[in-house]
């Protein structure tokens, strides 16, 4: 799916899908958008094409295009939280889990986990080894990130993520502010984008009852929403700044 070709530096929209049971190679409906560098994990008959470089190979992509073979058809996923080209992925226990990678030209630490069945991501604690250019495999229920290029060249770093429960999961708004949860506690961490300061925020539950509503002490751009408190759920942050309310969702599981 994708890729570059030999005689271009602008990627490809192609699909090609081998048969095994007749040993043929058909083509497939192209992508709505091409990109190399990409990685891509198939959850439940369904491939989730990620990330990638677009036309002019430094347009890092932060999308995903989600390939349904048995229809032939093409949708769209959310949003990555960071946008990367060149990372790997594993799939395990139905999630997504994409490490490594460039972002900003910069080698990526970062962990984005994408689960299909919620349509939202989660940001992972950080990997050791910063790099791009990697391969990762799923092994007994732990996620090998092997391998790879940093700055300096290849090396042959191993870092090895055991995922545990996650007691948040979000789903970011894109250009406006990213959220996050914290794992290690019951809360998620807010950092606005765009030079915005937040003035005040309201957690909204599934039935539209105001959970929390806290006003800020002075403007911020970075702050901290408890959600230990909260039953498990479908939560909206609704966020007011001086530009206007920006919102995003949250699912909170004990």
Known sequence: IGGWGNDSIDPLSSVDIFDLSTNVWSKGSPMPVPRGGHTAGAVNGKIYVIGGYGVGYANIIDSI???DPENNTWNNGPPMPHGLGLSASSVLNGKIYVMG?????????????????????TIGPIMPTGRSQLTSSAVNGK???????????????NDVFT?????????????????WPTIASDKVEVAMGGGETAIEYILVD?????????????????FEIATSGL????????????????????????
């Open 163 to 179: 995922p545990g429960p996650l007691s948040v999961q979000t789903a970011t708004t894109p250009g406006s502010f990213s959220i």
């Open 206 to 222: 599934e039935l539209g009852r105001t959970a929390i509503q806290q006003k800020m002490v002075g403007e911020t751009s970075h």
């Open 101 to 121: 990678g460039i972002d900003n030209y910069d080698n990526s630490q970062v962990l984005e986990i994408f689960d299909p069945s919620v349509d939202m991501w």
């Open 143 to 157: 996620i090998y990130a092997l391998a790879g290029s940093e700055s300096s060249g290849a090396i042959n770093a």
């Open 65 to 67: 295009a989600i390939f």
């Open 231 to 254: 039953p498990s759920g479908l939560y909206i942050v609704r966020i007011l700044t001086d530009s206007g309310e920006r919102d995003a969702r949250i699912i909170v599981k004990h």
